[in-house]
């Protein structure tokens, strides 16, 4: 069976976001099923979705859709010769393979075959079961009955119990859990006192037998099914040999030793090199189709010449509109456009004094020829945006928005307002100060590539100097969970529900400091409220708000394109459901 594209059609409920470093992916990239994630994101909400459709061509014409490979007699040796493994071409993952504590998208897609959930995610951004064969909810909502699947088990061959269930609940309620998903906000009854120490179990989680737990809440919202039922077991046995109650010390010790119940376990991991995994024979679903798995660290640099050597048979490239034709011209890749369900940003630190001004965040959005910088980057394939969230959600307004067109007089006339006034140097100064911007850039990276002369340049302009400074994502987000930054670029990846933590004051994915109470009782009454069209009505005024303070330079929505080696089928690949949601069913033509 070959490969298809499925578009998207509606979403339900469901929620998030990831961080990525944005270059060849934006790779935003989909974590815990309760928030958003970055990439290089992180925390995830999984998501429901309606029915998918076979590949269909789009309005954007060539540019979005499915190009299948054409002369799979040129498929190099080095790619033919494994006729047991694939290897996928990634930016090096921080190292983080739990759930519970993973940011980035590339660790996120690691953790994906390794870990499963009680329920997953399908094409259309509505959720299945999954390690659940059965839930069962009460009348008022309140009670969440799993039954795990009787052929459940960790791939040291022991069974997936309720009790691991339990523990891992406990694990998130933890005192000391600071991973960015946000549990208490589950309203899971007694999880308040677990992570207060007043209490030695959660009262609402209560295990019935070996294959069914029951969950409890005081209150519930459009979340909570997609929360409780989203989280992966981790065993109990492996994980909480050290743990003590306030302590996750232990469990993180195991974050490069991962162990789960999904289709693929870990063998090896080389930090910024490779992750080697293999099938688990023990998987419920059947053992993998392709026996082994290796993640194999990329850079845009690299990662073109490494698809066309065969080295690797999988790889997410920045879309421009030359690397689309290169991608063709070598006939035996498969090249998948599709819009991507995230966003680019700058990030602004709004507890800098730099930025803690809502007309300075205005003037620097109005002062950055963003349509410049995306048509830099990627052409035809992206798009400038101003609220922060894809037009494939059914959330997605663009009623009462600024769009914050490109206007250097508008700017200077803000920051005058703002009273950072022009110097004999040129340069703005206020109380002393002056305005200097220290920009935390990733190397090798088409779009910061695109961004810093276009950035300095247009800065320049309004009397702001522009300092960069090269690192590698991960030391730029460790950068960022100190709040140790000014500005750097990064992207969210999106999960189908509109619920995040991103822009809520003190939100566990709040990376900004963005604070607006109007905001933060919005995003409590989406999540709250079941009706649909009453949600799309609230995040809309939560999005003209956001758009409104300017906490970030929202950049642009783009395509993603994945370059896949033909001699690999079976995907289910779209804007909701990534490609490692599929690689168990993946195998290798004959």
């Known amino acids: 069976m070959k490969k298809r594209l499925s578009l998207m059609l509606v979403t339900l409920m469901a929620f998030g976001s990831i961080l990525a470093a944005c270059g060849g992916g934006d790779d935003t990239a989909k974590t815990d099923t309760t928030t958003p994630t970055e990439t290089a994101t992180t925390d995830n909400t999984t998501t429901e979705e309606p029915a998918a459709t076979e590949e269909e061509p789009a309005a954007e014409g060539d540019a979005i859709g499915l190009t299948e490979a054409t002369d799979m007699s040129a498929n190099p040796a080095a ?87 339990l523990f891992t609940m406990k694990l998130y309620m933890d005192s000391s859990y600071d991973g960015q998903s946000d549990p208490l906000s589950w309203n899971v ?209 663009a009623d009462k928005i600024n769009t914050y067109d490109y206007d250097p007089e508008k700017a200077k006339q803000l920051l005058d307002e703002a009273g950072w006034k022009v110097g004999s140097d040129g340069i703005r100064e206020k109380d002393g100060k002056k305005f200097e911007i220290n920009f935390s850039a990733t190397a090798e990276n088409p779009v910061v590539d695109a961004l810093i002369p276009i950035m300095t340049e247009n800065y320049q302009e309004l009397g702001i100097k522009l300092v960069t400074e090269t690192l590698d994502f991960n030391a730029i987000m460790e950068k960022k969970d100190k709040g140790d930054y000014e500005m750097f670029f990064a992207a969210w990846g999106l999960t189908p529900d509109p619920d995040t933590t991103v822009y809520i004051t003190d939100g566990a994915q709040n990376n900004s400091g963005y604070s607006n109470p109007d905001v933060d009782k919005l995003y409590a009454e989406g999540k709250k409220e079941l009706d649909l069209n009453k949600r799309k009505e609230i995040y809309a005024k939560a999005y003209q708000q956001i758009n409104a303070d300017a906490p970030e330079i929202l950049m642009y929505q783009r395509t993603n394109m994945l370059a896949i080696n033909g001699r690999l089928d079976g995907w289910d690949i779209t804007p909701y459901k990534e490609y490692y949601n599929s690689l168990h069913q993946v195998e290798i033509a004959q």
Do not use: C
């Open 79 to 165: 790619a033919t010769a494994r006729t047991d493994s694939a290897i996928i071409g990634t930016t090096a993952p921080q190292g983080v393979f739990n759930p519970l504590f993973h940011q980035t998208s590339y660790d996120v897609a690691i953790d994906g075959v390794i870990f499963p959930s009680l329920i997953k995610v399908k094409g259309d951004g509505t959720y299945e079961n999954d390690m659940a064969d059965k839930i069962d909810v009460s009348e008022d909502n309140k009670t969440y009955t799993f039954h795990i699947r009787d052929d459940a088990k960790f791939s040291d061959g022991t069974p997936v119990k309720a009790s691991d269930y």
């Open 189 to 397: 009854v007694g999880a308040s006192e677990y992570n207060k120490g007043t209490a030695k179990d959660i009262s609402g989680i209560k295990v019935v037998d070996d294959k069914t737990v029951s969950v409890t809440v005081s209150d519930y919202d459009a979340m909570t099914q997609v929360n409780l039922g989203g989280i992966a077991p981790l065993s109990e046995a492996y994980y909480g040999k050290g743990y003590k109650q306030g302590d996750l010390t232990s469990v993180k010790e195991l974050n490069t030793k991962p162990m789960g119940a999904g289709p693929y376990t870990m063998t090896k991991y080389s930090a910024g090199q490779e992750v080697d995994l293999t099938a688990n024979e023990n998987y419920y679903d059947g053992a993998a189709k392709v026996k082994n798995l290796i993640f194999k660290t990329t850079t845009d640099t690299t990662n073109m010449a490494m698809l066309q050597s065969g080295e690797t048979d999988l790889d997410n490239i920045t879309v421009n509109e030359d690397n689309v034709e290169e991608l063709k011209s070598m006939g035996f890749l498969d090249v998948d456009v599709l819009k991507n369900n995230g966003y680019g940003y700058v990030a602004m630190n709004n507890k800098n004094p730099l930025f803690t001004d809502v007309k300075v965040r205005q003037a620097l959005t109005y002062g950055l020829n963003r349509a410049e910088v995306v048509d830099a980057a990627y052409g035809p394939y992206a798009e400038v945006i101003n609220i922060p969230q894809s037009d494939v959600s059914w959330a997605y307004t």
